[in-house]
């Protein structure tokens, strides 16, 4: 397994959105601002999205449930938020393990509120609390590119993966050329005034507009997760190129 990854996530360890910031300072004011706006964030999503975030989480947990239905080892939901995908991932299979974990406090508690019987762990994504070769498969969605150290967070997510476990990696990518300029006006202008709005906080949506539109492209992350160990079975993108599904086996 490769211990470098290319330039594409790496770039992201030392910037807060369009700010030029420690490594350290990007771990707290990140989970700073997930424990900030946990209280309506889906809520945000679902604004932000037209709903249609939901849609691609159920098409993250369809993929990641089929292909790894025959594998023992719990399911891990990592950056798992308030716990949507993961009680979607419940549905599929009542009886396996299934872990949200997440390096925010706030958005954990939320998932415990909203899920009583859901297993939660605070981690951080660089340094994941499981054994080597031990999860059937793992989600993670529109998490990665607010890690302090993407590319190292998918190393352990290789890490702890079984042979033949998958990743499921929902992330935002980039969009066609003839969408941009709609796209665009939506982050600049729609997305912080809701922030304002709904949220009470514009600051923290602008650093979200601002992580999205620097996250690398598919191809880039198809890179990344090869430069991790692990296999690109296949990429599916969704609404003209705003997000993209990774699916990733370890061999």
């Known amino acids: 397994?490769?211990?470098?990854?290319?330039?594409g996530l790496d770039r992201l360890r030392g910037t807060f959105g369009d700010e030029t910031v420690t490594e350290a300072a990007r771990r707290a004011r990140v989970r700073s601002l997930f424990d900030g706006i946990a209280p309506r964030y889906d809520l945000m999503n679902d604004l932000m999205s037209f709903g249609l975030h939901r849609l691609w989480k159920r098409k993250t947990a369809s993929a990641l449930a089929w292909a790894t239905d025959e594998i023992d080892g719990p399911w891990i939901d990592l950056a798992g938020g308030t716990g949507d995908l993961a009680a979607l991932l419940r549905r599929r299979d009542p009886a396996r393990r299934i872990?949200?974990?997440?390096?925010?406090?706030?958005?954990?508690?939320?998932a415990r509120r909203r899920h009583r019987d859901m297993e939660t762990m605070r981690v951080d994504a660089e340094a994941l609390p499981f054994e080597d070769d031990s999860a059937a498969g793992v989600t993670l969605a529109f998490g990665l590119r607010n890690m302090t150290d993407p590319g190292r967070a998918l190393r352990e997510t290789a890490r702890i993966l079984r042979p033949g476990g998958?990743?499921?990696l929902l992330e935002f990518s980039r969009v066609a050329a003839f969408f941009r300029p709609f796209y665009a006006a939506h982050s600049r202008l729609v997305i912080p005034l809701l922030g304002r709005l709904v949220?009470?906080?514009k600051a923290s949506y602008d650093y979200l507009v601002q992580s999205i539109r620097i996250f690398p492209d598919a191809d880039t992350v198809s890179a990344e997760l090869?430069?991790?160990?692990?296999?690109?079975?296949?990429?599916k993108t969704f609404m003209f190129g705003v997000a993209a599904l990774h699916l990733a086996i370890k061999p």
């Open 99 to 110: 872990v949200v974990a997440d390096a925010s406090e706030g958005m954990l508690a939320v």
């Open 199 to 201: 949220a009470g906080d």
């Open 226 to 235: 090869r430069a991790a160990g692990l296999r690109v079975a296949n990429v």
């Open 1 to 7: 397994m490769s211990g470098q990854t290319p330039n």
């Open 166 to 168: 998958m990743l499921a």
